[in-house]
Every structure is written in structure tokens, then in C-alpha cells.
T-cell receptor, first 118, second 110 residues
Framework: DAEITQSPRHKITETGRQVTLACHQTWNHNNMFWYRQDLGHGLRLIHYSYGVQDTNKGEVSDGYSVSRSNTEDLPLTLESAASSQTSVYFC?????????????????FGPGTRLTVL | GQNIDQPTEMTATEGAIVQINCTYQTSGFNGLFWYQQHAGEAPTFLSYNVLDGLEEKGRFSSFLSRSKGYSYLLLKELQMKDSASYLCAVRDGRDDKIIFGKGTRLHILP
């Protein structure tokens, strides 16, 4: 069954370390997104991609990078982790409705990664 | 500027009806989504409105007034499993980006 997965589900790291969070979808969606979710802020867009080799900055992109080498994966890298990057990270994809009457760009979310930076 | 407002928290009783409001100000408008998010889980799609009026889907309905920049999500016959956060998200008509509100946490009392 097609799905979107994230790994790891939980991660504890230290300040200054490089961390990569994986996102993999099997819906063949062109569009993929990374969000962080914090109390009081809701979902904030970090980076997004509309296809292979395409990447774009969102509203909170500083300290993060992404690369898109194939349709299925959009890994998120924290170059030098900071305590302010402690958060829950969600990956999402869009580009094909999974039910009738639903717009093509409806975003479907992965289960999330809880990242703690000490 | 872009802004989406929702109440932070609401409380309702099992079996009752609750209405969660969302007002938005965006550079343009090209559709509004509602998502449900249970604690510790991912947001899941609930409904979509692009034209004025009411969209009904079982116990859930969503209403849109584009002229007022206003939407609401109506939940009927509340069940304990409806305890969750409800996120309003607007597609900006200028660049088609989807902007999420901060969400409304709904508590259901027995």
C-alpha cells in the first residue's frame, strides 16, 4: 500500500552535530514538503520541492537544507544542530488525490520525527 | 500580509455540536483546507472548500464565505475520539502556497 514514512521517529542529538531526517513516499508525488511544529506556532514550512532537482526555501529555512535526487525521497539536513531546532518535524507530499473530490495539491503527512537537541 | 486566525482551545460535550471558526487574510485566495491532528500524530485531511457554501461529509461539515474571509468546521454528534487539534489552511491565490493556521485544540467532555 502506498504511504509516506519518516525515520527516525525519535532522535536525540547534541548541539553542533549534523543530523539528517529521512522522508520517503511511494505515491509518486512530485511535491514534497518539510514542516516543523512547535507549541504556539503551528506548522511552519522549512523547505519544499516540486520535483527532482528542485528545492525551495520556506519561511524558516535557516540552518536547514534539502536535496531531491529522486521522486520518492526528500531528506532534511540540519548542518549544525542548535537547541532552537528541538521540535517535531513533519514531511508531507502532494500531487495526486487519493479520493474523488479532493484537490490534487492536498498534502498527506508522514508520522513525524521528534528531534531533541541537547 | 498573510494571517490565519483560529481559537486556541475549545471544549464541548460528548453528543453535542461544536463550530470551529477560521478567519484569514491572504494576498489572494484559492481554496481552504481543514485537517485533524490527534496528539502525537500526523495531520490528516478532513475537507476542502473553494466556493462559498457548505460541504458536508458525514458528521463533519465545512463552510466558506470568501467575501468575509471566513470558514468554519462543524462537528455534530461529538464523540470522545474527536478530541484533537483542527488546523485551518489556506491556499494563497498569488503563489498557490498553502499556509496553515496554528490550530484549535478541541477537548470533549463525557
Amino acid at each position: 500500500d502506498a504511504e509516506i514514512t519518516q525515520s527516525p521517529r525519535h532522535k536525540i542529538t547534541e548541539t553542533g552535530r549534523q543530523v539528517t531526517l529521512a522522508c520517503h513516499q511511494t505515491w509518486n508525488h512530485n511535491n514534497m514538503f518539510w514542516y516543523r511544529q512547535d507549541l504556539g506556532h503551528g506548522l511552519r514550512l522549512i523547505h519544499y520541492s516540486y520535483g527532482v532537482q528542485d528545492t525551495n526555501k520556506g519561511e524558516v529555512s535557516d540552518g536547514y537544507s534539502v536535496s531531491r535526487s529522486n521522486t520518492e525521497d526528500l531528506p532534511l539536513t540540519l548542518e549544525s544542530a542548535a537547541s532552537s531546532q528541538t521540535s517535531v518535524y513533519f514531511c508531507a507530499s502532494s500531487g495526486g488525490a487519493r479520493e474523488s473530490g479532493v484537490p490534487e495539491d492536498t498534502q498527506y503527512f508522514g508520522p513525524g520525527t521528534r528531534l531533541t537537541v541537547l | 500580509g498573510q494571517n490565519i486566525d483560529q481559537p486556541t482551545e475549545m471544549t464541548a460535550t460528548e453528543g453535542a455540536i461544536v463550530q470551529i471558526n477560521c478567519t484569514y487574510q491572504t494576498s489572494g485566495f484559492n481554496g481552504l483546507f481543514w485537517y485533524q491532528q490527534h496528539a502525537g500524530e500526523a495531520p490528516t485531511f478532513l475537507s476542502y472548500n473553494v466556493l462559498d457554501g457548505l460541504e458536508e461529509k458525514g458528521r463533519f461539515s465545512s463552510f466558506l464565505s470568501r467575501s468575509k474571509g471566513y470558514s468554519y468546521l462543524l462537528l455534530k454528534e461529538l464523540q470522545m475520539k474527536d478530541s484533537a487539534s483542527y488546523l485551518c489552511a489556506v491556499r494563497d491565490g498569488r503563489d498557490d502556497k498553502i499556509i496553515f493556521g496554528k490550530g484549535t485544540r478541541l477537548h470533549i467532555l463525557p
